[in-house]
């Protein structure tokens, strides 16, 4: 109460790190008339929110909530307080009524409607400090503080590179260690860790794959939908790790897209040996149907082979298969055995690629792994180690696929806390 009445520099709750988490956390607390300070060590608000959905922002998923949290990789048990107390929902509500006109896209997928992620930051920022929340760019903060009375550890404020800021409350929102630049740099696994808090292994996830072919570079921006993946254990295709069907890109490094980013949200953690990817390129069609295809095709007049195929793929593609299968492109159709024909079906049903490597933290849109929820309340978000002290956001071990999720992960867990 001393520190209070005296302090000129105190307030009721200080936060961490102005993202996603963090601006909502700030905007929940002042409108429980609570004291506010907001600290970011960046220049401005949402530097992740920003480049998220490709500078749209995919806000939230407007599903259901057990299709929710279906999409939810990491400890969704855990999550189940914070989103019931703030749903996608919810969200959706608050930001319409803040002025934010939204609309939902395939997927269910959340956007502004001007396609702006500006606008999206600048409707929080504009709440918060409408609430009377003090927002203080370019401050870092060096440790949390802390004090000891009766044997139980309760925060005390934080101390910052521009001197102390005291409080009864801190809430630690500095995301994970994805896009650094961003100002994701593992402060919030630090300040955990010294308070004896468990941090898992951290993994680069929502990231594309590195592959160890040349015809990744050869295909680079082609995008391909309607296509399956398989990824299997390397030379050992017994049991797939994965399978989806759906959309992905071929980049001058390897591939991406929505089935290979789903992919990485499970596999990121088991891809410290090579993986075997699969491509069926016409998954809705059966050998016997590519073939009777094929053979109707071969009918119309003695064409070369290429000529035969070439409404099967995109012509880059083609080549590519081609080779792959060992079929002369240029030998008439005439004289084609059922073995090439066979070969040229295996490879368009098998496209065999190699995963070397994710393209680590500085691609991935989330890290997996984090705080343990072992160590936090589940229905407040606060420390079981340190009273006063909460965590939200990528910061803790919770992730999700790519959609909406992690974002709405991230408010709802700010709210609660």
Do not use: W
């Not at 989103?83 to 939902?104: C, H, Q, T, V, W």
């Not at 071969?298 to 064409?303: D, L, M, R, S, T």
């Amino acid at each position: 109460i001393y520190c209070k009445m005296n302090n000129l520099n105190y307030y009721d709750v200080v936060i961490l790190g102005a993202g996603a988490a963090g601006l909502m956390a700030a905007i929940s607390a002042a409108s429980l008339n609570k004291s506010v300070i907001l600290v970011e060590k960046n220049e401005k608000s949402g530097k992740k929110i920003y480049i998220t959905g490709k500078g749209r922002c995919n806000i939230t998923n407007a599903c259901n909530r057990d299709d929710f949290f279906e999409n939810i990789v990491s400890n969704p048990r855990f999550l189940y307080s914070a989103f019931d107390g703030f749903s996608n929902r919810d969200m959706y509500a608050f930001l319409e009524e803040n002025g934010l006109p939204l609309k939902i896209e395939r997927g269910e997928r959340v956007f502004p409607d001007s396609d702006k992620s500006s606008d999206v930051i600048r409707t929080l920022e504009s709440k918060a400090r409408e609430l009377g929340v003090d927002i203080r760019y370019n401050t870092k903060v060096i440790k949390i503080l802390s004090e000891e009375t009766d044997g139980t550890k309760r925060v005390a404020g934080v101390e910052t590179d521009r001197g102390r800021i005291s409080a009864s409350s801190v809430i630690v929102c500095t995301g994970g260690i994805s896009y650094p630049s961003t100002g994701s740099d593992g402060d919030g696994y630090r300040f955990a860790r010294a308070y004896g808090h468990e941090v898992t292994k951290l993994y680069p996830s929502l990231v594309a794959f590195k592959c160890g072919e040349d015809i990744c570079g050869r295909l680079q921006g082609l995008s391909l939908k309607n296509i399956s993946v398989s990824i299997y254990e390397g030379g050992d295709k017994t049991k797939p790790l994965y399978t989806e069907f759906g959309e992905m890109l071929f980049t001058h490094f390897g591939v991406s897209g929505p089935v290979i980013l789903r992919a990485s949200a499970l596999l990121t953690d088991k891809l410290g040996t090579p993986k075997d990817l699969y491509i069926d390129l016409k998954p809705a069609l059966t050998f016997k149907q590519l073939d009777d295809r094929m053979l109707r095709e071969f009918k119309e007049g003695n064409k070369s082979f290429k000529n035969a195929v070439k409404s099967f793929l995109p012509v880059r593609l083609l080549e590519i298969v081609l080779e792959i299968s060992g079929v002369d492109p240029d030998k008439s159709v005439s004289v084609i055995t059922s073995a090439e024909r066979k070969a040229f079906i295996d490879a368009l049903q098998g496209l065999k690629l190699t995963i070397i490597s994710t393209m680590g933290y500085n691609e991935a849109i989330v890290t997996k792994g984090g705080i343990s929820v072992k160590d936090i309340s589940p229905k407040t978000m606060e420390s079981k180690i340190v009273k006063g002290l909460y965590f939200a956001g990528e910061v803790l071990n919770v992730s999700a696929y790519t959609g909406g999720y992690n974002l709405q992960i991230a408010f709802s867990t700010g709210r609660l806390a």
